[in-house]
């Protein structure tokens, strides 16, 4: 049997899930050729990781990132996948759909409407394939909520309610990095909420039409910490005498992934992983809250907030029959920081169902390793295994890419305005349509 062929541009710390994967458990029956990169000494230390760490063969090919064109006609991957810096990912999943790949892509999509148009544009004249990789589908108790649902547990869903709190250890990392720039990430409503926003949509199998939000920068930048009284600040923790008695500081010495990614490729494009979560030129929100109507006639309330002291997440389901009540604890980290905890690893996790008569009664859930609660392992296998059927319909498709983020769009632009917005008036298009 042919091997299926891959490349991967971007080489941040989520790539090694993806080219982890395939060097290791997949590389039977897969084939990783090359890596593209903004960076070269990035892309040197993956591939030192791609052999000593996962066991491949040799290093891959390595292309700057103004030679994406030529590796692709080099190379004639069967797919591209995308984990770059998310404000590029339109630009990378248009370029291999047009040269012939069909694409994987890491979430968000892409960041605005205007982008987003762009990848449809393309998928509709080349007619090539894109995989969005939402992994928290795949984590067990998500999927148990989408079987509960499905199976009538509690009758038609009219209302849900969802609370995300990210912790000042993980939180605290998007206001360090390059996603502090709204530019860049779409903010929080986009990078990190799409994969909530998703999980609605899978949840109850629909999609949204109207978004209101507000929100606003109310504990970190500057401005934020001089009105609590703080008057040391810095600009990196690197070589910072501040940083040190700093809680919120990053210390990328010591840290083999820091040190070989960052701290000693920073010489190549000035980017800086350790900035100061208290410095200028924030312009990301750290709090939001957000109402969304849904075509099946649901609706949601939503927050986030990124400097609470506890990780992990509440939601509830009102239905005709009853109430379904998630609470999940997961584990705190700092990305690539190479600490035990993986990426979303659970702490602890209960599903409750509430009759709406009969008495209440926990659900079992199956117990899910590694990151995402497990889900980082199962979407790899759905992606370069061989999966099985699968009645809960997880893998994900540039529609269920414009579902999830078309809410945080929205979100961004009613809390610009102050005013509800519609998704068709953003999108110009009519999802049921896509």
């Known amino acids: ?37 903004t960076n070269r000494t990035r892309m040197e230390y993956a591939n030192k990781l791609l052999v000593e760490k996962y066991g491949y063969e040799k290093p891959v090919k390595m292309y700057m990132a103004d030679e994406f064109d030529k590796m692709i006609e080099e190379q ?25 790949c069909d694409v994987i892509t890491e979430k968000p999509m892409t ?81 990190k909420s799409t994969h909530h926003f998703d999980l609605v949509n899978f949840w109850l199998d629909t999609y949204p039409e109207t978004v209101y939000a507000q929100g606003g920068l109310k504990f970190y930048g500057r401005e934020n910490a001089e009105e609590r009284g703080i008057t040391k600040f810095y600009y990196r923790a690197h070589g910072s005498e501040y940083a040190k008695d700093d809680p919120f500081a990053l210390h990328m010495e010591g ?104 008495e209440a009664y926990e659900v079992e859930i199956e117990k899910g390793e590694g990151g995402h609660g497990g889900g980082d392992n199962v979407l790899c296998e759905d992606i370069f295994g061989t999966p099985a059927n699968d009645p809960l319909n997880r893998a994900a498709s540039h529609v269920d890419g414009v579902s999830s983020i078309i809410t945080g769009i929205c979100a961004n632009k009613s809390m610009a305005t102050g005013m509800p917005v519609r998704v068709e008036d953003v999108l110009g298009r009519k999802i049921k349509d896509l």
């Open 111 to 191: 960041i605005d409407e205007v982008k987003c148009n762009e990848i449809l544009d393309a998928i509709e004249k080349t007619g090539r394939n894109l995989r969005v990789t939402f992994n928290y589908r795949y984590a067990s108790h998500n999927s148990k909520i989408r079987e509960l649902i499905m199976n009538d547990t509690i009758g038609k869903v009219n209302q849900v309610h969802f609370e995300w709190c990210l912790n000042t250890s993980h939180g605290a990392d998007y206001f360090r990095r390059w996603h502090r720039d709204k530019r860049n990430s779409g903010g929080l409503m986009v990078h």
């Open 255 to 358: 840290i083999a992934l820091f040190e070989n990614s960052y701290l000693k490729a920073e010489h190549e494009d000035g980017y800086l992983r350790d900035q100061s979560v208290f410095g200028d030129n924030i312009s990301i929100e750290d709090t939001m809250n957000v109402l969304v109507t849904y075509n099946n006639g649901a609706v949601m309330s939503y927050s986030l907030n990124a400097y609470s002291p506890i990780e992990g997440f509440n939601v509830s389901f009102t239905g005709t029959k009853g109430r379904i009540e998630m609470h999940v604890g997961e584990k705190a980290y700092v990305s690539g920081s190479g600490s035990s905890a993986a990426e979303g690893a659970t702490a602890f996790e209960k599903i409750i169902v509430y009759p709406m008569f009969g």
């Open 1 to 37: 049997m042919k091997k299926k062929t891959y490349v991967e541009v971007g080489l941040g710390n989520r790539a090694r899930i993806f080219y982890g994967s395939l060097a290791s458990e997949y590389k039977d029956t897969s084939e990783l050729l090359a890596f593209c990169d």
């Open 76 to 100: 004639k991957p069967d797919y591209v996948i995308v984990t770059s810096i998310d404000r590029t990912h339109h630009k990378y999943i248009k370029r291999a759909m047009e040269l012939g």
